[in-house]
């Protein structure tokens, strides 16, 4: 994996990494980096005996002039936190005090880089790398939280599928104590209140501050060489009319797998591209090779994105087979995060029943299935997972819901998802952007829960993509629209399992059974053995009535379980 490791110095280290160039080291601590291309780092001294380590971009000035004023700003942490927390980029800064044995780390305003640390028995690591820090810690599975993964197909809250191993929320910072030699997250001095909404009247002004901003963040991101991947969806394409208005050169890519099931996206970007009079490449995906595809997501990602991504990692080989390196890899994430109505409009007077709402909207595994297969009772993973929802952030129960949507399901699925594509080139987008995310979390949910909010943003950007469909939901044999999509999408969530809710799916998107079932039962089979931290027996005896997104966290668990056993340092 790329990036930055910070670790104790420890006698065999070399084990846990894969030949890494060694920044610094002494006694207490050693500084490492991996990269497979021209991956973003600055490396300088500043006064007082103290390093300072620059991973990732920034956009809305100079690195070298961000790391002149932290220089002068070095005696003051909360100069420099309040300093970073207005810069716009994707970034952390690692503040290395030799003489008083302590490493500082502080991201940009959402922590948008994947960083994971812990300790355990006098040694320490903070790295872009989970398994490096699993395998230094030399960390086990935590068999309750392998049942809430199995539930949501991500964790909760700062906790990781490894006992010890954590992942760094979008609210904190670090610092390790070397004489301790301990590391623990904090929370930033400074940052969001998403209760915080005054933004209340929608006009014409509201929209051009809109598109200002956007443009802008999507013209500092833009270099020379700019890849879009192009979907059929509102986000993408406002991005694609976002840098074309900026005169950046710019191609859309859009994936069609074996089975066609983004068939309509491949459609709808054509005309999309089209219309801005942009090049545009199709990228066909297939299964050949798919063992390889699940294993290559494993050993990077180990279960942090599950088995069900490995066409993603498959479509970046792609494009950077197509395009190298040196290119700026746009999505359009991001923008189903900043538009909507995070709290879903509820208040409920109580936890209970928001934790049900969330368990209905987001399960993959219900919780007696998850507890059964794990061996965890299921009471205990129940309240376990009911106190970590409690215990978010909010004025009300809206509050917290929006917390989770930002804070679990955007930092592991957003924030992990660009990661694996900085694994080939850099990747970004301008929804994210510190600009434009504060302005988007000031307004208020009244205004985002009116159905043309988002359609009138992108009219700002070009009037004529704005009016390419987007509202036909099916390419299949039922056509619907937007409304009843929705009414289907939620009566669905409430009756049916999700082997069913899979077959409905298919069935509005005209496509059989997918192929990768039988894929993901032949993995299965394959790494099924007694000493792994699932039920085999209850697997086998329930294998036929499992979902595809099921069989693919069964299969992501079975392979991290034996992927850790080859490499756990003995």
């Not at 933004?199 to 500092?220: G, P, W």
């Not at 991947?229 to 986000?235: F, H, I, P």
């Not at 009319?241 to 983004?262: H, I, N, P, Q, Y």
């Not at 970590?388 to 917290?400: E, L």
């Amino acid at each position: 994996m790329i990036g930055i490791s910070i670790f104790s110095n420890e006698e065999g280290w070399e084990n846990s990494a894969s030949e890494p160039d060694v920044l610094f080291s002494n006694s207490d601590l050693i500084v490492t980096h991996n990269s497979s291309y021209q991956y973003p780092i600055c490396f300088e001294k500043a006064p007082g005996n103290i390093m300072l380590i620059f991973e990732g971009k920034v956009y809305d000035r100079p690195t070298s002039n961000l790391m002149a004023d932290i220089k002068n700003l070095i005696d003051c942490e909360v100069a420099i936190e309040r300093y970073l927390f207005e810069v716009d980029g994707e970034f952390y800064l690692y503040l290395i005090d030799i003489d008083r044995l302590t490493v500082k780390v502080f991201g940009d305003h959402l922590n948008r880089l994947p960083l994971f640390y812990g300790y355990r028995e006098n040694k320490w690591a903070v790295s872009r790398d989970i398994g490096f820090v699993r395998h230094f810690l030399n960390a086990s599975i935590n068999k309750l939280h392998l049942a809430e993964f199995l539930v949501f197909d991500y964790n909760l809250g700062d906790h990781t599928l490894f006992n010890d191993v954590f992942h760094l929320q979008i609210s904190k910072k670090l610092k390790a104590d070397l004489s301790s030699r301990k590391i623990n997250a904090h929370h930033k001095t400074f940052y969001y209140d998403f209760s915080q909404k005054h933004i209340e009247d929608v006009d014409d002004k509201l929209f051009d501050e809109m598109a200002s901003v956007f443009l802008k963040a999507s013209k500092h991101r833009a270099s020379q060489h700019n890849i879009l991947s192009l979907s059929g969806g509102m986000d993408s394409r406002s991005v694609a009319a976002a840098l074309c208005r900026t005169r950046a050169e710019v191609m859309g890519v859009t994936f069609e797998d074996e089975e066609k099931s983004a068939s309509e996206d491949v459609v709808i970007a054509q005309e999309i591209a089209r219309s801005l009079d942009i090049k545009w490449k199709k990228v066909s995906l297939s299964t050949d090779n798919f063992h390889h595809d699940v294993k290559e997501s494993i050993r990077y990602k180990l279960g942090i994105q599950p088995a069900r991504y490995y066409f993603l990692n498959q479509f970046c080989q792609k494009v950077r087979d197509l395009f190298g390196t040196k290119i700026t890899f746009f999505t359009g994430d991001g923008g189903d995060k900043v538009f909507p109505d995070l709290s879903n409009g509820i208040n409920y007077h109580n936890d209970n029943k928001l934790f049900q709402q969330i368990i209905k909207e987001n399960y993959e595994f219900p919780i007696a299935q998850a507890s059964k297969l794990t061996g965890i009772p299921r009471k205990k993973l129940e309240l376990h997972i009911k106190n970590t929802i409690a215990g978010f952030p909010g004025k009300n129960s809206g509050d917290k819901h929006e917390y989770f949507v930002l804070t679990c399901r955007m930092k592991r699925y957003i924030f992990e998802g660009e990661d694996r594509n900085r694994r080939f080139f850099w990747s970004t987008n301008p929804f994210l952007s510190k600009p434009f995310f504060e302005l988007m979390m000031k307004i208020s949910n009244t205004v985002k829960q009116d159905g043309n909010f988002y359609k009138n943003f992108v009219r700002r950007l070009d009037k004529d993509v704005a009016q390419i469909r987007d509202e036909n939901y099916s390419s299949g044999k039922i056509s619907v629209g937007k409304g009843f999509y929705q009414f289907a999408k939620d009566r669905a969530n409430s009756f049916l399992s999700r082997k069913y809710k899979e077959r409905l799916k298919a069935l509005f998107e005209g496509r059989k059974s997918s192929k990768t079932v039988e894929l993901y039962k032949t993995l299965i089979q394959e790494y099924k053995t007694k000493d792994v931290p699932l039920d085999v027996d209850q697997v086998e005896k329930s294998l036929r009535h499992y979902s595809t997104g099921q069989l693919s966290l069964i299969a992501t668990t079975l392979m991290v379980s034996q992927y850790i056993s080859k490499t756990s340092r003995r």
